[in-house]
């Protein structure tokens, strides 16, 4: 079957997925806060997940963003090896950005690092960022993954020697104990072990696409200590500093070992888009 993708298509496809990731909440992320409000006996701590949970409502009842910080934009893209385009996909998604901008609206946040002028459409120089993947078909997925800098000002990267395996687990818990109330908890983790300095990071920020409801014994285990530091919701204490951790592996250089800890915030907002396949 031949999937007839336009660039106007993926230009209006951005605008509803960036719509839909800044004023709805994936389901299992709401499932979490739920499950954190039942769970949580501290009152101040409750009572910060109530706020949170009522935010959320309103941003998806009136179609708004539930954060006056929009983020800076990521899109993960995969496309069919057999896919063929007659436009510059990375051009219809930036397109796409700039029209959200005013639509939605969010809140311009992109600017050049050295002059710090805004671009005033959250596009720019290496701005949205996309990272594409090669599958099987010729469908094509696009996600968006909204990510405010409060949580991001709080991830951390570092290379242990191949020794310190052991040593893993107290740098990510030592992250988001220096973190505290900063990047407006209860958080998502994400962790990237191995590969090479960028790659760990890049493994981190992928991390936090994964269903929060889905992990294994070891991340469980992090999420328990984590919850054990009582920073809990917005900082001001309880037993709920964290909604999941999501550790993602690669191989790596004998001599080496990346770690790097990506902290998202409650707001987990991401939303994706299919063209073809089960379309």
Request: one cysteine or more; a negative charge; aromatic letters at 4%.
């Amino acid at each position: 079957m031949t999937v007839n993708i336009t660039r106007e298509k993926v230009v209006e496809a951005t605008i509803d997925i960036l719509r839909k990731a800044e004023t709805e909440l994936p389901d299992d992320v709401v499932e979490a806060l739920n499950r954190a409000e039942i769970d949580e006996s501290d009152p101040v701590a409750k009572a910060q997940i109530q706020g949170i949970l009522e935010n959320v409502r309103i941003a998806k009842e009136n179609a708004v963003p539930m954060c006056q910080d929009t983020g800076i934009l990521i899109f993960y893209v995969e496309i069919g090896r057999s896919l063929r385009l007659d436009f510059d996909l990375k051009d219809a998604i930036t397109e796409g950005v700039r029209r959200a901008t005013e639509a939605i609206p969010l809140r311009p946040n992109a600017v050049e690092p050295l002059t710090r002028k805004n671009s005033g459409d959250n596009t720019g120089s290496g701005l949205p960022d996309i990272k594409y993947e090669l599958v099987e078909g010729d469908g094509l997925t696009i996600t968006v993954a909204p990510k405010g800098a409060g949580s991001e000002n709080m991830s951390t990267l570092t290379m242990l020697n191949p020794t310190e395996v052991g040593s893993i687990k107290n740098f990510i818990l030592e992250t988001v104990l220096n973190a505290g109330g900063m990047p407006c908890p209860p958080i998502i983790v994400g962790v990237g072990i191995g590969g090479s300095f960028d790659k760990a990071a890049r493994l981190a920020k992928s991390a936090l696409l994964s269903r929060l409801d889905e992990m294994n014994q070891f991340e469980r285990e992090i999420l328990d200590e984590i919850n054990s530091l009582g920073i809990g919701p917005m900082g001001l204490g309880g037993s709920t500093t964290a909604l999941a951790v999501h550790v993602r592996t690669a191989h790596c250089h004998t001599a080496s070992l990346p770690v790097a800890v990506n902290i998202q915030c409650w707001a987990n907002r991401h939303a994706s888009i299919t063209f073809g396949g089960d379309e």
